[in-house]
């Protein structure tokens, strides 16, 4: 029986708190899950997931201020039982999957799960018996930025979620209460993400990847429908090819170098050693956990999920997993069949999933086709791989999750009280949920407007490309950004229009849903007002890191300073201005003669006209169908031709 002990390799000593605070990120959320399943009580429930949060974000906090600034840190934690234990999960875990597959009749799923089963077998009890991990655990500047994604909007999530799955059941009283399970498979959701970022040995990453595609299979289908048992099928078929695609990485990064942990093998990389087949299968998991496409349809059919599923899944944790994968990988990327993989299917996917976003009026299949879109973005930047394309990549990830798990649970709150996720059905929504809309605007504001984050971080990736001298990836990304200031500005100005007559219903929302939503919407103002200091202070030492340089700053800090001061200015004007201001209304000209009540008007024929706002599709030109099939063809093909080359090249017949 083998010895718990852990050992620091590179860092700052005085570091076993670090572990420890490790350890307890991935090991509470799981005794937290555990006793959800017993918390029968709505009011010992929601005390309890608050409490559990807030540990949560106080010990994600706690970690990254006291070693999140070290470097890479690295920790030997072995013990047999460990090893043991999680193998014995990946069995009961494939077993589980191919019951389930069995159960449903879909055959392919079982299959999937019985070869990664054997894949991991084969490994551990073959080439992986004499490959020792020294190092298991670490914590460096990008798992520091993903822990804090996490342990934050992950938590404000769940919080969220207390008081919407409240609506949910009441909304849907003939359905079992089911809550203890949903947030038992939150906890150990977030659980699983901790040991993502925080895992060295790639074993062990491949373990928590695998709970991640578990769960989200499991809440994609809660509600049981048809609908849902097919989108959580889908998932999971999908997710489990990555993960096979996963396991034959280690497996080849076994055989090949003798390794099975990350920093040895992006050492390896650098190193000039023959790495691009297990790369570019990793960087193929990471497509597949991102939604890439040709396997983008999978977090499309998420939707059909609660909210709070839909925001975990697309913004903050599941789909944030495979960026984080990419970017891990990007020093040792750039203009090979890997790096080639990542730019050419990020770039495709970011202009026609942007394209079918255009012809989409479901406010959460937009959200879905903007997220799938800005994933690919991140993944092209990362695919690049110099020093100012994955600057741009780490803050598009960091500005993504934040703004676009605000823009769901708006999106989801909006639902439950005016009976729609349409963004045509939101007209007057300033009149009715005037709080909830001016959110949403900063939400959607944030993903396109300067001079919020997301559009100089986008800016900062054009000028990566420019300097890659990569034609293919500037087309992809100003024909791409283009239709995006479409569809966003399309929405924003549903959200802008004040209708009277409107009853304000927002009264009935709960305190939680207003808490969530709050923080994200502070969260959105205030990291683009600490722009410079994030760049300086965070992203410069990280990137020297990754990339061997003392520091790295994408733009002057002057820029950013301006930037921040435009910020604050947009915030203090309207406060200086218009506070306590008397607000005079008139009559709206609403091209024709009105009728008094701003809403109605005499019409051509003498006949009373309701006013309506209503936008422009172009499903002809931008449908999701025909944007769909030629984002998948074209992904599909770049993706088994790049992985082709790299097995011949591997396996020395070019």
């Excluded at 070290?70 to 999960?89: K, M, N, P, Q, T």
């Excluded at 999920?305 to 990327?333: C, E, N, R």
């Excluded at 993903?447 to 890659?468: D, E, R, Y």
């Excluded at 008397?582 to 309701?610: C, H, P």
């Amino acid at each position: 029986m083998g010895t718990l002990k852990y050992h620091i390799r590179r860092g700052n000593t005085g570091c076993c708190d670090a572990m420890f605070l490790i350890l307890f990120l991935i090991l509470f959320p799981v005794f937290a899950a555990i006793i959800m399943l017993f918390m029968k009580s709505e009011r010992q429930r929601s005390a309890a997931v608050t409490a559990s949060v807030a540990v949560i974000m106080a010990v994600s906090v706690l970690l990254v201020i006291r070693y999140g600034g070290r470097g890479l840190v690295l920790f030997e934690l072995g013990s047999d039982i460990i090893s043991y234990s999680i193998l014995l999960a990946e069995i009961l875990l494939a077993a589980g999957l191919f019951c389930m597959g069995v159960r449903h009749k879909r055959y392919l799923a079982s299959v999937l799960a019985v070869i990664q089963a054997v894949l991991v077998l084969s490994f551990e009890f073959g080439i992986g018996h004499g490959i020792h991990a020294a190092n298991n655990l670490y914590i460096d500047g990008l798992s520091s930025i993903m822990v804090l994604i996490i342990g934050i909007a992950g938590s404000l999530i769940i919080i969220y979620a207390i008081g919407y799955m409240r609506d949910f059941q009441h909304h849907n009283p003939e359905k079992e209460d089911r809550r203890p399970q949903f947030f038992f498979l939150m906890f150990v959701f977030l659980s699983a993400m901790f040991g993502i970022v925080l895992s060295n040995n790639l074993t062990w990453m491949l373990f928590f990847w695998e709970v991640t595609t578990v769960c989200s299979f499991l809440l994609i289908g809660y509600t049981k429908t048809d609908e849902a048992v097919n989108s959580s099928f889908r998932a999971l078929t999908m997710n489990l090819l990555g993960g096979i695609g996963f396991a034959f990485a280690i497996i080849i990064a076994g055989n090949d170098l003798g390794i099975a942990e990350m920093n040895r093998f992006l050492d390896a990389g650098l190193s000039g050693a023959s790495v691009m087949l297990p790369a570019g299968l990793l960087v193929f998991a990471g497509m597949v956990k991102a939604a890439q496409m040709p396997f983008h349809s999978w977090l499309l059919g998420a939707m059909v999920a609660p909210t709070p599923i839909s925001a975990l899944l697309h913004s903050s944790t599941m789909v944030k997993a495979g960026v984080f994968m990419v970017i891990k990988l990007s020093p040792i990327l750039g203009l090979n069949s890997a790096g080639m993989l990542a730019m050419l299917v990020g770039g495709t996917t970011f202009l026609l999933a942007s394209m079918a976003a255009v012809s989409q009026s479901n406010a959460k299949r937009v959200l879905a086709y903007s997220t799938i879109a800005n994933l690919g973005l991140i993944i092209a930047c990362a695919g690049v791989g110099t020093e100012e394309a994955v600057w741009a990549a780490i803050m598009l990830t960091i500005f993504h999750a934040v703004t676009k798990s605000l823009l769901f649970l708006c999106v989801g709150t909006a639902e439950h009280h005016i009976g729609s996720r349409d963004i045509e059905d939101m007209d007057g929504l300033f009149s009715r949920m005037p709080k909830l809309a001016g959110m949403m605007i900063i939400g959607i504001a944030g993903m396109f407007l300067a001079p919020f984050g997301m559009l100089v971080a986008k800016w900062t990736a054009i000028a990566s490309f420019v300097n890659a001298e990569s034609i293919v990836l500037i087309v992809c990304v100003c024909f791409g950004s283009a239709v995006t200031v479409f569809y966003w500005g399309k929405w924003l100005g549903k959200m802008v229009a004040v209708m009277a007559g409107r009853e304000n219903t927002e009264m009935t929302v709960h305190r939680q849903e207003w808490f969530a939503i709050g923080t994200f919407a502070h969260l959105v103002v205030a990291l683009c007002i600490l722009f410079p200091i994030m760049s300086e202070h965070i992203l410069a030492p990280l990137i020297g890191n990754m990339f061997g340089s003392v520091s790295y700053m994408a733009l002057p800090s002057a820029n950013l300073y301006i930037m921040s001061a435009v910020m604050m200015l947009m915030i203090l004007l309207p406060l200086v201005f218009f506070r306590g201001k008397k607000v005079r209304t008139g009559q709206i000209y609403m091209g024709g003669v009105g009728t008094g009540d701003n809403l109605t008007f005499i019409g051509s024929a003498d006949t009373e006209v309701n006013i309506s706002f209503r936008n422009w599709y172009m499903k002809e030109w931008f449908g999701e169908k025909r944007a769909g099939n030629t984002g998948a063809v074209i992904a599909a093909s770049v993706t088994v031709c790049l992985l082709t080359c790299s097995l011949l090249v591997w396996g020395g017949i070019v």
